[in-house]
């Protein structure tokens, strides 16, 4: 008898074990909240991810971060916040995914783990077409004061010292936002602005009287960060993304919110 229990026993415990390794590695288990996948961003970011008028969100990252929750069997959220914030919070654990055209750099390499890149960002300079402290991009060295949004590739470069390629930080403003940093530029406030291409275009559609130098400040890789270490997540959104990317998911999302010309 006492032999058929023990013997009972152990088969429970190899069934029980083997149906808890059954739901190991779906990704429902590796998200911070049960069946949801949380993407922190700073929905200041034309077109990538921006408020709409009813309060949600919308742009390439928040439809490409769906179309992964979809294929993830998850339900997307969006946290939405300060830039430095949206990436701190990948780093401890506070959202699944951080998406926010977010530049793979060494520093932040160091810090979070990130997917294949889904787009090409480009560094551009925003002036006043009346300018007359920036014309050309020579004139960055010598101009007083650079508006940037604080926590990006845009502020970092323009930071450094001049040895090592930047202006020095004295020359720059960060400000909360790029819209904000647009508003200091149309104010007199800066003589120009360096941000990413994309939103760079939309505030300029926006804002009559500005213009984007035609040099490119610098060629950057967005990508998806994870937090350090979660590979077993990395593998599946970086799977459900390079499929999103090979039948022309991604693509789609791009035309929808960039035309070309
Ligand atoms: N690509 C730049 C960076 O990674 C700027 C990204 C800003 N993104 C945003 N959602 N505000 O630093």
């Not at 004139?139 to 010292?161: H, K, M, N, R, V």
């Not at 035609?214 to 998806?224: G, H, N």
Request: net charge negative.
């Amino acid at each position: 008898m006492k032999k058929i229990l023990t013997a009972l026993l152990a088969l429970m415990a190899l069934v029980m074990a083997l149906s808890l390794s059954a739901c190991g590695g779906g990704s429902g288990d590796l998200t911070v909240e049960k069946g949801k996948l949380h993407m922190s961003t700073n929905a200041e970011f034309p077109p990538y991810e921006m408020v709409k008028g009813d309060g949600g969100f919308e742009g390439i990252d928040v439809e490409v971060a769906g179309l992964i929750a979809e294929k993830l069997g998850l339900e997307l959220v969006v946290d939405d916040m300060g830039f430095t914030a949206a990436l701190e919070a990948v780093q401890n654990g506070r959202s699944d995914i951080a998406m926010a055209g977010i530049t793979v750099n060494e520093d932040r390499l160091a810090n979070m783990d990130f997917t294949d890149s889904y787009a090409t960002g480009v560094q551009v300079v925003i002036i006043k077409a009346d300018s007359p402290a920036v014309q050309s991009i020579d004139d960055l060295a010598s101009a007083a004061l650079i508006g940037t949004q604080e926590g990006t590739t845009g502020y970092i470069y323009c930071s450094y010292p001049p040895e090592e390629g930047g202006y020095g930080e004295d020359h720059v403003v960060a400000y909360e936002t790029g819209a904000v940093a647009v508003q200091a530029l149309l104010a007199g406030q800066v003589d120009c602005v360096v941000i990413d291409n994309q939103p760079a275009q939309e505030y300029v559609k926006a804002n009559p009287g500005l213009e984007i130098l035609d040099t490119e400040f610098a060629v950057e890789d967005y990508a998806i960060a994870v937090k350090k270490g979660n590979t077993q997540l990395l593998e599946q959104v970086n799977k459900a993304l390079g499929e999103l990317i090979a039948d022309g998911s991604v693509q789609k999302v791009v035309d929808k919110y960039i035309t070309a010309g």
